[in-house]
């Protein structure tokens, strides 16, 4: 025998208390089309189970550093090109390697201020040979080369 209950359907409350995301950022995803427009009952959202999944994957790419757009391109149907989102992982992966080196060169610098025997580290020629080279035009990775 086939079951004829039709699948649970969910409220936006629901929704936002089964994945930990606020009803208004629900609505702001479903403007921007990362979550398809529900169905509705009595003028209410519903929407179906899988919405839960779809909300993870949002909550997952966002945690790794895919902004709402990206997510967006990340989350449609793949039908013209399904290998489409490696391009789009590669590029991300190469952006977070950049801001690695950025936060790796940042804390080495801070490190070496840190550790500066000046009292002042106005007076410390180092740091002086640093900020020479930064209002010279260097980025900081080649005005701080330690």
């Known amino acids: 025998m086939v079951d004829k209950q039709p699948m649970k359907q969910l409220t936006i409350g629901e929704l936002a208390r089964i994945t930990g995301v606020a009803t208004s950022a629900l609505r702001y995803w479903e403007e921007l089309g990362l979550v398809p427009i529900p169905a509705r009952v009595s003028g209410q959202r519903r929407y179906p189970a899988s919405a839960v999944g779809l909300v993870g ?3 997952l790419l966002r945690d790794v550093g895919f902004t709402l757009r990206e997510t ?13 989102w490696r391009e789009l ?5 190469a952006e977070l390697d950049e801001h690695i080196a950025q936060a790796q060169t940042a804390r080495t610098a801070i490190a070496h201020a840190l ?15 640093v900020l020479g080279a930064r209002l010279a035009g260097s980025p900081l990775h080649e005005a701080h080369p330690h």
């Open 115 to 129: 550790a500066c025997p000046h009292d002042d580290i106005h007076s410390c020629p180092n740091f002086a040979g």
């Open 89 to 93: 992982h590669q590029r991300k992966l």
């Open 57 to 59: 994957l949002i909550l």
């Open 72 to 84: 967006k391109a990340l989350v449609a149907p793949r039908s013209d090109d399904p290998s489409a």
